[in-house]
């Protein structure tokens, strides 16, 4: 009987074998001018680095500009995993996890489902490569250590933001909306022109025109809308019509997101604090004019709310059973 001998075959480690096709994959969270430039230098490097290897031949640079957990963002990443589904790279190059998703399941769902392809990624700040058979381990703890050190992250900027708003000190408050603009010290100021066509259509809603009436107007004067179009919506006007900072107040907090990893954004109906900071610039309509136009949109709609219900009115209303008040809007720019 021969001697028995057991011989370790080692593991085979296809990252190894000399890649054919290489991709790269860049992200940056933001478009400032620091971000752009940090951008520009991750596609050069790697760009160099694949360049450097003659058994490496280049498929294609993907890079987005885009946070993180906006998904919707992320086009070029889009387009980098349908084409490792559709098996044109072997290779992925990029600088950490983080790139790779919004928490630690996504970012293992992407790198599974590369795998399935038999597609490697290559983290360079990690030095993970992941179709050795160690990395979903150090995936899991690496990425779980990101995501709560962005939950932390996230956490301290909503505190942070939170506590400018409540000081009046925060920059969302200067948010320009047509008939306003930004001066040189990030003021908001009257832009006259527009401010004119405001007051036009203040004037127009309190003599009894509809908003469709009022677009119909808009489109006869050749006045566009603020996205530049031809036709206003009905949304922009009803809007504008409801916005308080013609009258120099400023209300921030109207919608919010969900805390991380969630990118989802709602209306608020009361779950986050609402900030409010009266007397904040110029305005366009006086206060007593602006408010009767409110309770004119609530007595014109046919839509009642009766014990928390929504509900929709028999009639709607009419501009023709309007009385038309003479005078018009008195309206300024002061």
């Known amino acids: 009987m021969s001697e028995r001998i057991v011989r370790t075959i080692p593991a085979y480690k296809k990252w190894l074998d000399p890649y054919k096709r290489v991709a790269i994959y860049c992200r940056v969270s933001t478009n400032h001018i620091a971000q752009e430039e940090s951008l520009e230098a991750q596609i050069d490097r790697y760009q160099r680095m694949v360049a450097a290897r003659a058994d490496w031949k280049p498929v294609k640079t993907y890079s987005d500009i885009a946070s993180g957990r906006?998904?919707?963002?992320?086009?070029?990443?889009?387009?980098?995993?349908?084409?490792?589904?559709?098996?044109?790279?072997?290779?992925?190059?990029?600088?950490?996890?983080?790139?790779?998703?919004?928490?630690?399941?996504?970012?293992?769902?992407?790198?599974?489902?590369?795998?399935?392809?038999?597609?490697?990624?290559?983290?360079?700040?990690?030095?993970?490569?992941?179709?050795?058979?160690?990395?979903?381990?150090?995936?899991?703890?690496?990425?779980?250590?990101?995501?709560?050190?962005?939950?932390?992250k996230s956490e301290n900027i909503r505190m942070g933001i939170a506590y400018q708003l409540e000081n009046g000190k925060s920059h969302l408050y200067s948010r320009p909306c047509y008939?306003?603009?930004?001066?040189k010290n990030g003021k908001l100021v009257i832009d006259e022109k527009q401010a004119k066509n405001v007051i036009l259509i203040f004037n127009l809603y309190l003599k009894g025109h509809s908003v469709v009436s009022i677009i119909r107007e808009l489109k006869k004067h050749r006045i566009k809308s603020p996205s530049g179009k031809d036709i206003w919506s009905k949304r922009a006007l009803e809007t504008l019509l409801s916005n308080e900072k013609y009258i120099g107040d400023v209300t921030v907090g109207?919608?919010?997101?969900?805390?991380?990893?969630?990118?989802?954004?709602?209306?608020?109906?009361?779950?986050?604090?609402?900030?409010?900071?009266?007397?904040?610039?110029?305005p366009i309509i006086q206060r007593d004019l602006f408010d009767k136009v409110q309770q004119n949109h609530k007595t014109r709609s046919n839509i009642a709310v009766d014990e928390g219900k929504t509900i929709r009115k028999d009639t709607r209303y009419s501009m023709k059973s309007h009385e038309v008040k003479k005078g018009g809007l008195e309206s300024r720019i002061s």
């Open 70 to 152: 906006n998904t919707t963002g992320r086009v070029q990443f889009t387009s980098l995993m349908n084409d490792c589904m559709a098996g044109k790279i072997d290779l992925i190059i990029t600088k950490s996890i983080s790139r790779f998703g919004r928490n630690t399941t996504d970012i293992l769902k992407n790198v599974r489902e590369l795998k399935k392809h038999g597609v490697d990624v290559f983290f360079e700040l990690e030095n993970i490569h992941t179709l050795d058979a160690t990395s979903e381990l150090m995936l899991s703890i690496i990425s779980a250590i990101a995501q709560e050190d962005s939950l932390s």
């Open 179 to 183: 008939g306003y603009k930004k001066d």
């Open 254 to 282: 109207k919608t919010f997101r969900h805390e991380f990893p969630s990118s989802v954004r709602q209306v608020n109906h009361g779950e986050r604090n609402l900030y409010k900071l009266t007397g904040h610039h110029e």
